[in-house]
């Protein structure tokens, strides 16, 4: 850190306040925050992952108001009032409550769908997304909604099993 940057991140705080995996959350934050420091190094919460820092390979995917957004080009400040749900609170969604494996995660696994498992959060929350507004997507809606998630490790054989098989079991029908 640059001399003088932390005294200035530290004036310039403000109190965010909103809901990360269905927990209401206040906290203190630098105004030039981005949401991928504060889910992982205020909260806790390492299921995001660091990574490009630029948007492009989609590690730090987290649902937004159910919306797919990369944390690391989220200022902070603009996830006021917001929902926010990382991989953490992913299976307190499953059909078992906290604990329990969303079904996404579920076919990941059973399909193969990551190897060193670094992109898997963002590919598995990109995944919920894409079914929750389409059931019932065709292969080019499945690229489509995976395109900002990139796996450096997988011929992507196994990501696409994986979100066929949780569409045949209806993970994103309520």
Not at 137 to 148: F, I, N
Request: charged share 20%; aromatic share 4%; with cysteine.
């Amino acid at each position: 850190m640059l001399a003088g940057q932390e005294e200035a991140e530290q004036g310039e705080a403000y109190v965010l306040a909103c809901t990360v995996n269905g927990k209401p959350v206040e906290i203190r934050v630098p105004a030039s925050r981005r949401l991928l420091q504060v889910l992982r190094d205020d909260l806790g919460l390492t299921g995001t992952k660091r990574s490009c820092e630029l948007g492009r390979c989609g590690a730090c995917m987290v649902l937004i108001d159910g919306v797919p957004i990369n944390a690391c080009l989220t200022m902070a400040y603009q996830c006021e009032g917001s929902s926010i749900v990382t991989i953490e609170g992913l299976s307190e969604k499953g059909p078992e409550g906290a604990g329990s494996l969303h079904p996404v995660q579920e076919a990941f696994l059973e399909e193969g769908g990551f190897q060193c498992g670094y992109c898997t959060p963002g590919m598995v929350l990109s995944t919920v997304a894409l079914l929750e507004n389409n059931p019932r997507p065709t292969r080019e809606e499945v690229e489509e909604a995976l395109s900002g998630n990139l796996c450096r490790c997988t011929g992507y054989g196994g990501i696409w099993r994986a979100v066929s098989r949780a569409a045949l079991r209806g993970a994103g029908e309520s």
